[in-house]
């Protein structure tokens, strides 16, 4: 007879062949458009909430529209019936609900020291607040994260505690205090650039330029002193990981691996860093339009404000909320774009 060898490392069970192959799951929808679904899904409710607590805290402000149009001289009777022809007189959630009714179809009411819409007037504002923030953005970056990641190169020497220095000086320095100085300094004494005033980029870039780089110089100085703590910490963490050593220990170049390779890896630091940066900027321009006389959302934000003009500082406030919560966006989509995480197919 001859015997049947039968080899069990080939051979297959009932159980085994009853068994299917568990495939990973994948969402049929992109990872990148369920993240910015739900980011948006999220703005809603933030954006409700701020609004509602800006209606209902610009109405706690002694005084009212009433009062500011009219003048001390008004009367208790033609207060009350200003108020009543402009709807004040109404419950506060009337009031609320009657705006948003009027804003979700584009209407954000009608200014009550010139009687003219306020959407327009806003966006006709949008422009020197964007070019004053973007530029001092830019001013930032191009000084703070060379320099930044040099100083972690540098640890512990002479340069990296002058560096250190100079940022504290910087964070130490208020804003305005650093734009009157320079306004003295480059306009009134040396007279090399305009003091006051905003020429339109599409008019004349020079001009639009020069006007700039004063406020946007004070806008980007604290943000450099931050940005350039943040990314020589990041890379001074960056610099002692094990992969690091490995490279060097493998003979890589010292420049490759600082700005190519260990560089590459604090970028989502760096953006997180800028995002929030962007934020702060924006709130800042409040006072650096003041000073520098700039047809900004900062500058119409404080006439609204003096002349309880409730539309016009509703309006800004919603712009401002909507701005932070896009820029919040659009740094978890870069971050989720260079992410390791992303190219696995998960949204983090």
Known sequence: MTATVVSHENAVTPEAES??????????????VRMIAVRFAQ???????????????????????????????GSDESIAALNERLGLNQPLLVQYWNWVV??????????????????????????????????????SAVVAIPLGV?????????????????????????????????????????????????????????????????????????????????????????????????ARAMGIDERK????????NIVPTIVTVYGLLAVAMLGATVILEQIFVLPGLGSALVIAIDTRDYPMLQGIVLLFVVIVLLVNILVDIVNNMISPQLRKGTIS
């Open 150 to 246: 040099w100083t972690a190169t540098r640890q512990g020497r002479r340069s990296d505690g002058l560096t250190r220095t100079i940022s504290g000086i910087g964070l130490a320095v208020p804003d305005f205090f650093l734009a009157i100085v320079l306004v003295d300094v480059f306009a009134l004494g040396l007279g090399v650039l305009p003091v006051l005033g905003w020429v339109p980029l599409g008019d004349d870039v020079i001009a639009n330029l020069s006007h700039l780089v004063l406020p946007a110089t004070a806008l980007a100085a604290g943000a450099a002193s931050i940005a350039v703590r943040q990314t020589r910490a990041a890379m001074i963490e960056t610099l002692s990981g094990d992969y690091v050593r490995t």
């Open 102 to 139: 009027s804003a979700l179809h584009g209407d954000l009411g009608t200014s009550l020291q010139n009687s003219a819409p306020v959407g327009p007037q806003i966006f006709a504002r949008l422009p020197a607040s964007a070019e004053l923030v973007v530029l001092a953005l830019l001013l």
């Open 19 to 32: 068994i299917p192959t568990r495939k990973p799951h994948r969402s049929p929808v992109n990872p990148y």
């Open 257 to 264: 691996i600082v700005w190519r390779y260990a560089l590459r």
């Open 43 to 73: 703005m809603i409710p933030t954006a409700v909430i701020a609004s509602f607590l800006t209606f209902a805290l610009v109405r706690i402000i002694p005084g009212g529209p009433a009062e500011a149009l009219l003048g001390p001289n």
